[in-house]
């Protein structure tokens, strides 16, 4: 559906519901039909492990991850199972550990707090806390959060839950039709609650060369951070399908190119970091998601990011004696019997290990690398995409002058 016709429908299923309104259940010949991607309820992505059983968003976003998936046209949100299902599929699956894999709630594609969706996010909360596990979880969010949502994530005693706000500051309507001002009164209202027991972040995103980096913007970005708990910035995932979206849509494309990582032009990140330092108590910025959300819980990096030490910078002296004294370095004989019965790992192969890092190969896909990252809180990466010094994770893309 082009973009104009999305913008005049986007309040239209947004209204508020009763509490305990829940969003359809897709009947079994009804999740069959859908794209193989998407019929993946649980799913191994960078930041943690990821539940998304409920599918569809209003919100119609042009740079939506939903368009790699196949669900761009699915407004609505729907479920493809019962909660306790779903619950059931997460704390089950292969590449889950109790206490130690982040968890992600709805952050690929729905918003977590869409009126009725909220609903779900709530009772699988409430069923993980249950269980006395103290996992990370990150929720990420560009709708509104209210009081009785405080009240619900206070009942929360276990787990470490993570609000993670999504702020661009873009103005354009054809690329975000929802304004990120809602976000942003989110998360000030969510920050002011006293006391709390989830953290919140400043999720600074997409940030487009062009679209939303004038000094202007970077100023009212660092301002508005001083009220979370940290914040973190990254660019924008470009690829194929959203590139399709933005030329048949006739949207002012960002870049030339498409690329697997987010883009961020290091001139662009090095405007970030001077607006940050030179304004008076904004959050401490991060340039990683599990980063920000460590931090904010007073925790080493879960991602076992101060291998790459470049990455670190920016970071408080406290902070970096934390992930230093949490750092340990693992043998390549432990990231084997790690993955000993992962079907993807059967093929891998440790080429080294150093302090920053091991290098394997032979993974049938990224979610055992993910898994072991987790488990050593340590970098793995894979030979087939090789990270340069200083653009670590960050595409090339506007970073050809340092090479
Ligand atoms: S010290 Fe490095 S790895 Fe640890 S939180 Fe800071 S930036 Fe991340």
């Keep these: 559906m082009p973009s104009s016709e999305r913008k005049r429908t986007v309040g239209e299923s947004l209204d508020q519901p009763r509490r305990g309104d829940r969003v359809p259940?897709?009947?079994?010949?009804?999740?069959?039909?859908?794209?193989?991607?998407?019929?993946?309820?649980?799913?191994?992505?960078?930041?943690?492990?990821?539940?998304n059983h409920v599918q569809g968003c209003p919100l119609d976003c042009a740079y939506c991850i939903r368009h790699t998936y196949g669900l761009w046209d699915s407004r609505q949100p729907r479920a493809l199972m019962s909660d306790a299902e779903a619950v059931e599929q997460l704390v089950n699956h292969r590449y889950f550990q109790a206490d130690i894999t982040p968890v992600q709630i709805f952050n690929r594609a729905t918003d977590p707090f869409l009126p009725k969706v909220k609903e779900h996010l709530f009772a699988c909360l409430e069923d993980l806390d249950g269980r006395g596990l103290t996992n990370h979880v990150l929720v990420i969010t560009r709708f509104r959060v209210t009081e009785s949502d405080y009240e619900r994530l206070q009942g929360l005693v276990n787990l470490k839950v993570t609000l993670l706000f999504t702020y661009s500051g873009i103005d354009d309507e054809k690329i975000e039709p929802f304004p990120s001002t809602v976000a942003a009164d989110s998360m000030i209202l969510a920050s002011g609650y006293r006391p709390r027991r989830f953290?919140?972040?400043?999720?600074?995103?997409?940030l487009v060369p062009g679209l939303n980096d004038t000094p202007e913007h970077l100023a009212r970005a660092a301002e508005l951070s001083k009220h979370a708990d940290a914040a973190v910035f990254t660019g924008l995932f470009y690829?194929?399908?959203?590139?399709?979206?933005?030329?048949?849509?006739?949207?002012?494309?960002?870049?030339?190119?498409?690329?697997?990582?987010?883009?961020?032009?290091?001139?662009?990140?090095?405007?970030?970091?001077?607006?940050?330092?030179?304004?008076?108590?904004?959050?401490?910025?991060?340039?990683?998601?599990?980063c920000a959300v460590s931090y904010a819980h007073g925790l080493p990096d879960y991602n076992g990011h101060f291998g790459?030490?470049?990455?670190?910078?920016?970071?408080?002296?406290?902070?970096?004696?934390?992930?230093?004294?949490?750092?340990?370095?693992p043998t390549a004989s432990q990231l084997q019997e790690a993955t000993a019965g992962l079907p993807e790992a059967a093929g891998l192969q440790v080429l080294d290990v150093t302090e920053r890092a091991a290098r394997v190969e032979g993974l049938a896909d990224e979610q055992p690398r993910y898994f072991l990252q987790h488990k050593f809180a340590?970098?793995?990466?894979?030979?087939?995409?090789?990270?340069?010094?200083?653009?670590?994770?960050?595409?090339?893309?506007?970073?050809?002058?340092?090479?």
């Design 239 to 290: 690829r194929n399908e959203i590139a399709d979206y933005y030329k048949a849509n006739g949207l002012p494309e960002p870049y030339q190119g498409t690329a697997r990582r987010k883009i961020v032009p290091e001139t662009l990140e090095q405007r970030v970091l001077e607006a940050f330092a030179k304004t008076e108590h904004a959050a401490t910025l991060f340039r990683k998601t599990s």
């Design 25 to 51: 259940l897709l009947s079994v010949e009804a999740v069959a039909a859908l794209p193989s991607r998407a019929r993946e309820v649980v799913e191994y992505r960078k930041s943690g492990l990821s539940l």
């Design 308 to 329: 790459i030490r470049e990455l670190c910078d920016i970071c408080p002296v406290r902070q970096l004696q934390l992930c230093a004294d949490a750092h340990r370095v």
């Design 199 to 206: 953290r919140t972040v400043f999720y600074w995103r997409p």
């Design 378 to 403: 340590f970098q793995i990466h894979d030979a087939g995409h090789p990270h340069l010094l200083h653009r670590h994770r960050r595409a090339e893309i506007g970073w050809e002058q340092t090479s």
